[in-house]
């Protein structure tokens, strides 16, 4: 089914609607919660919730892209369930990710931050704008969707040691290119 035949179902308030979500995107939405997360109970908690979201915010919401509407909605509920559980503890999945992102992109403490942040959202968007093709999708996998770099590195035929290695080039890239917008890291 169509996604515009999906949002339909929700908008005219067809519990259809959920069953042909799961089918069409269950198995992205449980990858993106499982790569933050790594347990699969509350990954699909993560799914379900998701799945509820949905259908409380469409309509009146008509999402463009009705992946990522769902994409971005399982990802925060995912993250909010891993830093409910880890608290007061370190964990490697998530941390190691953001840590490699800290290096380049502040992050928001302050209301003035946040302002700046929405700012910082658009230097980046620029920055993939303008990438090759390949090194937009592989900076958006892992550093949206969380893939590791073991999965990156052998979808595209390298080792795990090359895959870092462009990885941290991309990320000098970005780092470098904010500077030049005046961002402060």
């Not at 830093?83 to 380049?104: D, I, P, T, W, Y």
């Given at each position: ?12 308030r ?44 469409i ?18 509920f ?14 490697n999945?998530?941390?190691v ?19 700046e ?10 920055w ?22 073991r ?7 390298v080792?795990?040691t ?15 290119f904010?500077?030049e917008k005046?961002?402060?890291?």
């Amino acid at each position: 089914m169509e996604d515009n035949q999906i949002i339909e179902l929700y908008f005219r308030r067809d519990e259809s609607a959920l069953t042909e979500t799961a089918k069409k995107y269950g198995t992205f939405c449980l990858r993106i919660a499982m790569n933050v997360l790594n347990v699969k109970e509350d990954a699909e908690e993560c799914v379900n919730d998701t799945y509820h979201t949905a259908w409380n915010q469409i309509p009146p919401t008509k999402p463009d892209s009705f992946k990522a509407f769902l994409g971005r909605i399982v990802r925060n509920f995912a993250i909010s369930k891993y830093r409910a559980l880890h608290a007061k503890k370190r964990f490697n999945g998530l941390e190691v990710m953001l840590s490699e992102l800290g290096e380049c992109v502040p992050g928001a403490e302050s209301i003035e931050q946040e302002i700046e942040a929405k700012e910082l959202s658009g230097y980046i968007n620029t920055w993939l704008a303008g990438l090759k093709q390949e090194d937009r999708v592989l900076f958006v996998r892992r550093y949206w969707y969380g893939e590791e770099v073991r999965e990156l590195a052998k979808k595209c035929g390298v080792s795990a040691t090359q895959m870092t290695q462009r990885m941290l080039r991309l990320r000098r890239k970005l780092k470098s290119f904010l500077e030049e917008k005046g961002v402060v890291l």
